[in-house]
C-alpha cells in the first residue's frame, strides 16, 4: 500500500506520454485530512533546484495538501524556466483539487533538458489527480522510480497508527533520492519537520543532490495522539526498509554493470 496504507491518504501514478518511455512518469499523493501538517529536508548542496526552492516555501507553512512527482518530463532546472515549470505543476495540481498552490509540494527527476508543454501537463495532473485513491500507492511508488529496477515502497503499523513510504535513489546511477513519508498520527508540523530530519539523517542522507528531497505528512486521521518517538520508530523502519530496497538496486545495477 505504500505512501496510503495509512489512513486519510490516496494516490496514483500516471504516464504523461512526453517522457522517453511509455512508463508512469507522473505521481501524486493527496493528504485529505483532518490534518495536513507536514515537515521534510532538503538538499544541502549550493544551488538547490527549482523544486526544492518552491518547496522550501510551502513546507515553512505547515501545511501541505498534495505532493506531485515529475520524473519524466523535466529536469533538476535553476532559473526562470525551471521555476515556471515547477510553479505550473502547483498550480495545476492545486486546481485539481480546488485548493491552493501555497500547499503543494513539488519533487521532481527526469531526463535532463526535457519539458511537458503546460497542456500536456494539466492534463496529465488532472488525470493523476481523478484516479488518486487509496488503492493507488503502488502505482505511485512506480511513477517516482526513473532509473531504479523497481518500485520502493514500505509500511508499518503501530499500536493505532501507520507509516507509509515510498522512494527513489540515490547513488550514481539513480540520481535524484526522493522520499514521500506519510502517517496517519496526529502530529505538528514542527514534530513533522523533526521527526523528517531525524530519520533521514539516520537512513537516507546524505541528500547532496540538487532535487534530493525527504517530506512527511501527516493527516491525524487516526484520531490518536502518539508518543512522537513511537511515530519516529515507525518511519524510521520505513525508511530503513526503503535504504535496503535502494541498496539492493544499487547492487543489481552494479552487477549488471560488470557482466
Do not use: Y
Not at 12 to 40: C, M
Not at 184 to 191: F, H, I, M, V
Amino acid at each position: 500500500m505504500s505512501v496510503t496504507a495509512p489512513r486519510g491518504f490516496r494516490a496514483a501514478g500516471v504516464a504523461t506520454g512526453t517522457g522517453p518511455t511509455e512508463a508512469r512518469d507522473l505521481a501524486v499523493v493527496v493528504n485529505d485530512g483532518p490534518s495536513r501538517a507536514a515537515g521534510a529536508v532538503f538538499t544541502t548542496a549550493d544551488g538547490p533546484a527549482a523544486p526544492v526552492l518552491w518547496s522550501r516555501q510551502v513546507v515553512s507553512g505547515g501545511r501541505v495538501r498534495a505532493v506531485v512527482v515529475d520524473t519524466g518530463a523535466t529536469d533538476p532546472a535553476t532559473g526562470p524556466a525551471g521555476f515556471q515549470h515547477v510553479h505550473a505543476l502547483a498550480e495545476h495540481t492545486a486546481e485539481a483539487l480546488s485548493d491552493s498552490a501555497a500547499e503543494i509540494v513539488v519533487c521532481a527527476a527526469g531526463a535532463p533538458g526535457v519539458r511537458s508543454d503546460d497542456h500536456a501537463l494539466r492534463r496529465s495532473v488532472a488525470e493523476a489527480v481523478s484516479r488518486s485513491a487509496r488503492s493507488g500507492g503502488l502505482s505511485a511508488a512506480d511513477a517516482v522510480r526513473t532509473a531504479d529496477s523497481v518500485a520502493k515502497f514500505a509500511f508499518q503499523r503501530g499500536e493505532g497508527v501507520t507509516a507509509g513510504g515510498m522512494a527513489k535513489g540515490p547513488d550514481a546511477a539513480l540520481s535524484t533520492a526522493l522520499c514521500v513519508l506519510t502517517t496517519d498520527a496526529e502530529l505538528t508540523p514542527a514534530q513533522c519537520g523533526a521527526l523528517a530530519e531525524t530519520v533521514a539523517a539516520r537512513t537516507l542522507a546524505p541528500l547532496t543532490g540538487p532535487d534530493d528531497t525527504v517530506v512527511l505528512l501527516a493527516s491525524g486521521a487516526s484520531e490518536t495522539t502518539v508518543d512522537e518517538q513511537a511515530v519516529a520508530a515507525l518511519l524510521t523502519k520505513v525508511c530503513e526498509d526503503l535504504a535496503a530496497q535502494i541498496a539492493a538496486d544499487t547492487t543489481t545495477e552494479d552487477e549488471q554493470a560488470h557482466t
